[in-house]
């Protein structure tokens, strides 16, 4: 089976990161010939991770040229709302089978998309969710999906869980800085702790992008005591969690949180805004928390918690490590995809 996956571009999110694992997982272990089209500019950060593997990559935004790369594939596999329409029209009179993952639990209701979902209606073979929660919430607005539909949680390729040492308790946060992502409620939630634990605490952020300068000088004002990173784009996973405790998600909006996923994988605790998917990966105390989302007060006390008891880092690691060989390998993943394709 020839399979082509399609994202919006190759700048550094948690849904472009997923493609390329479940990418690497069709070609290398289930034989599949596996291509990606971004619809972005070449040269992007995520370009790199692909030039490293054996997929065909792709770059079109025009109808007639993204039907000629579909020429070449059996299915085609869309990631990104943004680019559903063009594969919609692209491929409309094919045989070419089109399947969709939505990454996020938002449900496009203006009249733009719901002529785009008639479209789908028409052309689209299987609809595919990453979170029951999320499901449930699209099928409420357009149930006439209800039959194309079906639920397929995320999965990562596995993460050391081997730690570096510290003194300190050190918190990071892995996402773009984006409005959605909200990262400046955490530096909100370490301003308002005391000065003393605020000396047992350190503080990385991984990502890029238009709000980054922001969060800096945020961080600079709000906390100048507080040892703060701001590491840019890492690609590197094992590095990441190598030098992370816990890891804070403080996002308006998830699908299937693939930072937590990752997070799972590496025996991190995570403490999470409970929006989305966030609850269906975080289990409030038995794995991590769960906070209000936007509320900084709740998150400053979170973080506490975990400087006065310190044993549920090492209780709460366990149980992330189980977790994720219980139901969130990418190997798992990818076969339950191929039992939809």
């Known amino acids: 089976m020839r399979v082509l996956h399609v994202v919006s571009s190759l700048n550094v999110g948690g849904a472009e990161r997923f493609v390329i694992d479940l990418a690497s997982e069709q070609l290398v272990n289930q034989k599949l010939s596996v291509g990606i089209l971004s619809m972005g500019l070449q040269g992007e950060p995520l370009e790199t991770e692909i030039a490293k593997e054996e997929f065909r990559l792709h770059f079109a ?8 790369i579909l020429k070449n594939y059996d299915l085609v596999h869309v990631h990104s709302s943004h680019s559903l329409l063009r594969i919609l029209l692209a491929s409309f009179f094919t ?8 990454h996020n639990e938002r449900v496009h209701q203006s009249l733009k998309w719901k002529c785009i979902y008639f479209l789908a209606r028409l052309k689209l073979d299987k609809m595919i969710f990453v979170a029951e929660k999320a499901q449930k919430n699209y099928l409420s607005i357009y149930p006439q999906f209800a039959k194309k539909s079906v639920t397929i949680l995320n999965g990562v390729l596995p993460i050391s869980p ?3 040492s510290s003194t300190k308790l050190r918190l990071s946060h892995v996402g773009r800085f984006v409005p959605l992502k909200a990262q400046h409620y955490l530096i909100e939630a370490v301003a ?4 003393d634990i605020q000396q047992q605490l350190s503080l990385s952020f991984f990502g890029t992008g238009e709000l980054m300068a922001h969060n800096q000088k945020l961080a600079t004002d709000l906390i100048p005591n507080v ?3 701001f590491h840019g784009f890492v690609t590197d996973r094992d590095i990441i969690y190598r030098q992370t ?14 930072a937590i996923l990752e997070a799972l994988a590496s025996g991190t605790p995570t ?12 289990k409030h105390r038995h794995n991590g928390l769960l906070y209000s989302y936007a509320d900084a007060a709740e ?11 310190q044993s549920l880092l090492k209780e709460f690691s366990q149980r992330c490590i189980d977790i994720y060989l219980a139901g969130f390998s990418m190997q798992q993943c990818a076969k339950t995809y191929r039992s939809h394709y």
């Open 95 to 102: 045989h070419i089978r089109v399947v969709y993952t939505r």
């Open 299 to 309: 998150l400053a006390e979170q973080i506490s918690l975990f400087l006065e008891d």
């Open 192 to 195: 308002k702790l005391s000065p």
């Open 227 to 229: 040892s703060v990173e």
């Open 271 to 282: 403490i999470a805004s409970n929006v989305g998917g966030n609850p269906e990966l975080v």
């Open 245 to 258: 405790d816990i890891l804070i998600v403080t996002s308006e909006t998830e699908g299937l949180s693939l």
């Open 162 to 164: 081997i730690k570096s």
């Open 61 to 68: 935004t025009s109808i007639s040229k993204i039907r000629e």
